[in-house]
């Protein structure tokens, strides 16, 4: 005898009811033990590459507020109640910026492992104001000239001349940013501090760089830039590093990053806690977690993309798991690795124009792209 | 005595379908566009907007020559997009309004509608797997001798991304004025004698006049704005306004300024559709 199913609309709506309970209760129960900390960042810094494992020992949940640019970021904290964002990620060039618009606390340097970090960043000099520590460094890079090796060896491109090798015509592509690129052609120019000109340094920079046009196939954002790259749409591009190189190498593309005998650029991440944040204790935590030795290797591998890592533990994890990667990012034991080319002063710090306004180097800019 | 209570009734009948236009004109229209005037007077300090009462804005970009630069590449392209797309547009809706069977038409028609299913950026990406380096056309012009090389970051590449934008809105556009065309004065004309070429510039062409100048009206509003095919067919090489926006704002977050750009962009493209408009439907 078949017995006929019945199901009532109440005893339907009372079993609805129970089982939507019983599959919400492990959220509901996680809801109330979980933390949630919240964080002003470049892209990648809070995905699960970068935070899943700190998440799952202190029981938090990183909710990121993405940016593009550190001006975007100074607008954002602007707008925002204090203690809106209880970890704030930059680059050094605005973390002056940050404290005196007293964005950020001041961090006690006694809570960080700076002794597991090489000499030159236990006071680096954008991280620190009248001698207060604000900002902890997280990850750093170079930028110089990026190519792909089938059409330019590291030799050619030991000097930024190779920009103007009638070979590369229409091959040039540029990171569509003013600051890295002038800041190269400004090393190229033999300006020590290549983002603090004169008059004269600037036109002269001016100059050099409108020279430069006839050689540039576009000007590209960094999905442009990955693809450009890669289908050999370009074949050189100054001012940028190995956080594209890093990026397209894994994609199995042959390109690769050379810091010329004029120098490069560094740009360096780091991680602040929040002016008001609530959740101080947890964010130092977190920044704590992130000068680690885990921490320090997870950053030097985000998918976002690769960075050079400022803790000696770090380099040696990555020498020893990923010696490829670690070549190419300069982390690898012997003469001519990254800590040596900051040591020989081929290494200057990207920074935004002392003399100058921004504005007006914006403003080329956009005149040097209509020429 | 029934009269009068008719009319109010379709008064209020007519208002009520006639209410929410200027409601929705002033929330999202008018209110934006005062919004962006005031804004172009404001001050930015420290990367925070400042309101405020100020020219400085309106004189720095109306006095750049860079802002006049992407005016006047910004206006020829698009004028170049409306003139070809236009062209390209004219057989495929001439086909579609006298030759194609209604069943055929009804499919091409769809067909055409098809290219909106997928997103515009989408598009343009696939095409530069066509005109880069080694592409599929490089590729094939090598095979008859002609070396190209990479046909991207080109002039030639922002139209093919424009095209690929407005074409099928043109032809559709086109379409429905050719199929609303009177055949008859068509047959009237050969009856009197006239040729086919002259039937086609003295009969279509003016009967059709109001379709083919607001296809191009259309072809002209979008590409004067677009900001994909310029970036990423045009490798940013040749900065149009909508570059010159986006790159305001991403320095210094000159919101003020990118609004006095975003103002002159509106200005010239309501001149443009009032002049079009009055063209199209001018009466001899």
Redesign the interface.
């Known amino acids: 005898m078949v017995q006929k199913f019945s199901c009532s609309r109440r005893l339907f709506i009372k079993s609805g009811a129970a089982a939507t309970g019983a599959l919400a209760m492990p959220n509901i129960l996680r809801a109330q033990t979980i933390t949630e900390l919240t964080m002003l960042a470049w892209y990648g810094q809070a995905e699960p590459d970068a935070v899943a494992e700190f998440e799952e020992l202190n029981r938090v949940k990183i909710t990121p507020k993405y940016y593009v640019g550190g001006e975007q970021m100074l607008a954002l904290l602007s707008q925002s109640p204090r203690g809106t964002y209880d970890l704030v990620h930059a680059d050094a060039e605005y973390v002056h910026q940050l404290v005196a618009a007293d964005f950020v606390e001041q961090l006690n340097p006694s809570d960080y492992p700076l002794d597991d970090f090489f000499h030159e960043f236990h006071k680096f000099p954008g991280h620190w104001v009248d001698d207060k520590l604000y900002a902890m460094i997280s990850r750093f890079g170079f930028l110089g000239i990026s190519h792909n090796l089938d059409a330019v060896s590291r030799k050619e491109a030991s000097s930024y001349k190779l920009l103007w090798d009638t070979k590369l015509k229409d091959k040039i592509g540029h990171f569509d940013w003013h600051l890295p690129n002038l800041g190269v052609l400004s090393q190229y120019n033999g300006n020590e501090a290549p983002f603090n000109l004169s008059e004269a340094g600037w036109s002269k920079l001016k100059e050099t760089t409108l020279e430069l046009k006839p050689q540039v196939r576009g000007f590209y954002d960094y999905g442009g830039v990955l693809s450009s790259l890669k289908s050999g749409e370009v074949s050189v591009m100054p001012g940028i590093g190995e956080w594209i190189t890093g990026v397209l190498r894994r994609d199995g593309a042959n390109v690769t990053t050379t810091i010329p005998e004029e120098g490069g650029l560094q740009f360096t991440e780091s991680f602040s806690i929040g002016k008001g944040s609530r959740k101080a204790e947890l964010a130092r935590k977190f920044i704590q977690y992130m000068a680690g030795p885990e921490g320090q290797f997870r950053l030097a591998n985000l998918n976002v993309f690769p960075a050079v890592i400022p803790s000696k533990r770090g380099w040696k994890r990555m020498i020893e798991e990923r010696p490829e990667d670690a070549r190419h990012l300069g982390m690898f034991e012997g003469s001519g690795n990254a800590m040596d080319l900051i040591r020989a002063g081929r290494i200057k710090i990207r920074k935004l124009p002392v003399q100058q306004d921004l504005a007006d180097w914006n403003d080329f800019w956009s005149e040097y792209k209509s020429t | 005595m029934q009269k009068p209570a008719l009319s109010a009734r379709r008064l209020l009948y007519s208002s009520f379908w006639v209410s929410p236009l200027p409601f929705w004109l002033t929330l999202f229209f008018l209110g934006p566009l005062l919004l962006l005037v005031w804004l172009s007077f404001w001050d930015v300090r420290?990367?925070?907007?400042q309101p405020d009462f100020q020219l400085d804005n309106w004189v720095k970009i109306l006095s750049?020559?860079?802002f006049w630069?992407?005016y006047g590449r910004t206006f020829l392209g698009a004028s170049c997009v409306a003139a070809i797309a236009s062209l390209l547009a004219l057989p495929c809706s001439l086909a579609i309004g006298f030759i194609l069977s209604t069943r055929a038409k009804l499919t091409v028609l769809g067909l055409f509608v098809v290219p909106f299913f997928t997103s515009y950026l989408v598009r343009v990406y696939s095409w530069?797997i066509y005109l880069?380096?080694?592409g599929v056309i490089s590729n094939l012009l090598a095979a008859i001798g002609l070396e190209t090389?990479?046909l991207?970051?080109s002039k030639f590449a922002m139209q093919v991304g424009y095209v690929t934008l407005t074409l099928p809105l043109v032809v559709v556009i086109q379409s429905i004025s050719m199929l609303s065309f009177d055949r008859t004065l068509i047959n009237a004309a050969y009856n009197l004698g006239c040729g086919p070429v002259r039937v086609f510039f003295s009969v279509l062409l003016p009967g059709t006049r109001a379709g083919l100048i607001l296809g191009a009206l259309f072809a002209f509003i979008f590409s004067f704005g677009d900001f994909v095919s310029p970036?990423?067919m045009?490798?940013?090489?040749f900065?149009t306004l909508a570059?010159?926006i986006t790159?305001?704002v991403?320095?210094?977050?000159?919101w003020p300024r990118a609004a006095v750009i975003a103002i002159v962009m509106i200005g010239t493209l309501l001149i443009v559709a009032l002049t079009s408009l009055k063209l199209a439907y001018r009466r001899k």
């Open positions: 420290n990367f925070v907007l750049a020559n860079y630069q992407a530069q880069t380096d080694n090389g990479s991207l970051s970036t990423y045009g490798g940013g090489k900065p570059i010159l790159d305001t991403k320095s210094g977050q000159q």
